[in-house]
């Protein structure tokens, strides 16, 4: 899979995947999403953001869990 709007820098936030060269971490967006909040309410909070690098950042977080196996908890 190929993310056009995700960059990763290692001499801007220290390397984490950020949305198109702008100082805004996939996990930032990712969280908000989490949280609840609207793709209107987002891209208020970080102007420079289209509605497409919102999406993007969700694929690309997706993908990386498929990457790897995470520790849970079983279930009772």
């Known amino acids: 899979m190929k993310f056009n709007r995700i960059t990763v820098n ?3 936030m220290g390397g ?3 949305i198109r ?3 805004i971490p996939v996990a930032a967006i990712v969280g908000m999403v989490a949280e609840g909040m609207t793709e209107p309410e987002i ?3 970080y102007p420079d953001m289209q509605a497409e690098d919102i999406r993007e950042a969700l694929r690309y977080a997706a ?3 498929r990457e790897r196996e995470l520790p849970l908890v079983p279930a009772p």
């Open 10 to 12: 290692p001499n801007q």
């Open 16 to 18: 984490v995947p950020c």
């Open 21 to 23: 060269g702008l100082r």
């Open 43 to 45: 891209l208020k909070i």
């Open 63 to 65: 993908e990386a869990v």
